[in-house]
Every structure is written in structure tokens, then in C-alpha cells.
């Protein structure tokens, strides 16, 4: 097992280059099977995730090699519909087959997706716009199976815009008979990013960036290539870590208005955050100041993904600061390792009250998730003595070389082995 360790007190300082988007990089990882050839990804990053999409794409035949930080992905050849629960229990976004593996293949059977364990996750609303879309789809014993002769457009309502649901019924949509509209959908930059490759793959797609998109279905696809926007959730967890820890940070890779929220939140805090057009910078100086009231919610609003790294960073900040979380009811585990730092975060539903304290304490703590496994650095590397992280394949799964990134910029944190 390998756990991390922290020795806290050290302020960061340079500039760091975000790598590609996680969450842009797996719905078209799935989307590279749309078509029966070679797709090339770019700027893709080396995270747990990614290896476990490989290992997917593998098993349903697809031939997938490395070139440099680019993916060559050849769906030629799809051998099989099916992924039992060893290959979706590793991760929520196997979900992301489902749509083009109905529209490629006209049938699929996925067993129970994983992922960090936040909340409930259930997939209804991706059931159901598929199911409008002329597929059939039961559940029994854990496995999903899902079969259609011929998916047609229709016009969907989502009743939440959720993200995966968004990304499944446009990857559907691509090859679907006809013209689907969808009200209400998701809007996070990482679905324009899927929209923008699937463009380049030759499909028809309007209103990228609004919540109605129409899709209107085309016979094949082709040969593409596309590089993956900058991951916003990494640099702004970078931004975060150095706000806690005093210091100055140049992000490049990032659009600045992908990072709205979670900029408006680090200038209440007292931060100095300025940009240009590919990259942001930050400095604290002062104690930080509380963020009175910060609610998560979905893209342009603060992001969830970005909540418990928050958390951790206005754990000293010098007043009251209250967190909403809206979006998934699991997100507050991070709060109970953080106490054992020291941190004073009272949970009332799904509200989080903060009462900053001066400085919090190393100790042995534990990833539950991926971002409260960010938390948890941020925290660690603002600590007083030693913080030890275990259960940190949580954070391998989303972060690419994270410990290094920060030793480069100033903290004493290691990867150690233990046996
Ligand atoms: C994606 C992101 C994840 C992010 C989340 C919200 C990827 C790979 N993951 O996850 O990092 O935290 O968006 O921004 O892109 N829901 C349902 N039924 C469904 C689908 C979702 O009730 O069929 C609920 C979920 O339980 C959750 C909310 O909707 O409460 C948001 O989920 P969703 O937007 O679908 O998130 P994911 O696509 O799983």
C-alpha cells in the first residue's frame, strides 16, 4: 500500500501546466468506438482512470496504444457488447459505454458501474432518454442490458441536468435516426469539449455550451484526431493548495471563465487572482477570510468537484463559513478526517458550517474520494508536523503525478511505500 506524506508549513510558489481534463477525456475515450477505425486523443493524461477506460476499451475489442500524451484508438473491431462488474465496478464512467455501444452495436450489458463511493448514483435519467430513443433497457441480477434495433431521435427533457446522462444521449444521438433535441441539459465545458471531438468525427451538433442541444444524426463517422481542453478541477485544486498554504501560483492550460466560481470564491477568501485568456494567478498574503455562504451546483455554478478542497482550505480561515452541497449527499466524509486534523466543521444535512481555526494538525488520515483525497493534501500541506494520507489510489485516479507537481513547487510531500 502506498500512503502519502506530508510535512506541512511550506508555501508554494512557480507555475504548473494543467494536464488534460479527466472528466473530457473518459465520455470520449467511450465516444472513440462511434466509429469503426482510428481515433487519436491528445494531451490525454496519465491517471487511474484513463488506464481503467483503456483496460474497457480493450475487452470490447478496440486496439489502444500510447504515443507520447496521445491515445490511438483503433474500434475496428468490436468483439463483445458485454462488461461484467470486474471492469465497471472499477469505475462510475464504464456508464459512458452504453450510449455508444447502442449506437455502434445496437446492444449492451454492463454490470453495476463503481466509482468514489459520494452518494447514490443512480443512471434513470440516462435509462430514460435512452428509452425515448427507441432502446430497450432492463436491470436483473446487477447487470443492465440495454438493446435497440435502431435508436431514433425524439425530443428529451432531462429532469436533471446530469452530466454522464447529457454525454450518453448525445454519443446516442450521433449515429440515431433523425433529429434529437435536448432540453435542460447538462452545460459543464467538459460536454462542449465532447461535442467540439464529436464535431471532428463528422457529426451534427448545435447549441454546444447552452442547455438544448440538437443532434442530428448522420450514417458514419471518420477518422479524427482532437486534443482535451485543460482540466479545470485539477488547476483549480492547485489554486486552492496555494491559497492554503500562503503562496503564489501561475496555472496555464485553464480558461478562466471555465473557472468562474471557484475564482469569485478565492477572491472573498482575501486572494489575488488574475488571468490572461490560457492561464490563471493567484496570490495570498493575509490570513484568508471566510466565504459566508458558497453552494454547489451545476456548471456555471461553483462545482461540486471542487467542494471539499474548499473545505479544507477554509478550515483556517479567520471566521464562519458555510458550504451547501447540492449535487451529491456523500460529499462530506472528507469533513470527519479533517476534524482529526483539528478542523471545526459541524454537518447538518447537507449544509457544512466552518469555524476557521488558526492552524490544524498532522496526523494519519484517509482518502474516501477523489477530491476529498485533494482535500486532504490541501490540508496536510497547510499543517503543522506530519500528515499521512493512506487510501491514495483515490487520488491517482484523477491526479496525474500530483506529489511531484508540488514537491517541484516548494512542499515536502513523498510517495512511501508500506508493507
Ligand atoms: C460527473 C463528473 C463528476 C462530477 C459530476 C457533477 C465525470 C466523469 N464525472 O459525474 O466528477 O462530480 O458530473 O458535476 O464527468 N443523477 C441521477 N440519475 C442519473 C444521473 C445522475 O439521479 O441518471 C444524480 C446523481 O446521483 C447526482 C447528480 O444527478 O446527485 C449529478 O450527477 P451527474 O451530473 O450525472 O454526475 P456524473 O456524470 O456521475
Redesign the pocket.
Known sequence: MSILRIKGGRALSGSIRAHGS??AI??MMAASILYPGITVLHGVPEILDVFYMIEILEQLGCKVKWQDSSLVIDASAIESVSLSSCMTGKM??SVFLLGPLLARCGEAKLGQPG?CSI?????????AGLQQMGAELTEENGWLRASASCLHGNVIRLP??????T?NLIMAAVLAEGETILHHA?R?P?IGDLCRMLQGMGARIKGIGSSTLEITGVDRLRESAYTVMGDR?EASTYLIAAAASGGELMVENVLPGQLTGVLTALSICGCDVMHNQRAVYLRRKDRLRPVPYLRTA?FPGF???VQSQMMALLSCADGESIIHET???GRFQTALELRKMGADICMEGNKAVIQGVQRLTGTKVCARDLRGGAALVIAGLTAEGITEICHCTYIQRGYAALAQHLVDLGADIEMVEIH
Open positions: 479527466k472528466n473518459l465520455p462510475r464512467s466509482g452518494g447514490s448514483r443512480p443512471v434513470d435519467i440516462h435509462v436533471f441536468p446530469s452530466v454522464g446522462a454525454e447538462a459543464e467538459e478541477i451545476p462545482p461540486t468537484d449535487i451529491f449527499e
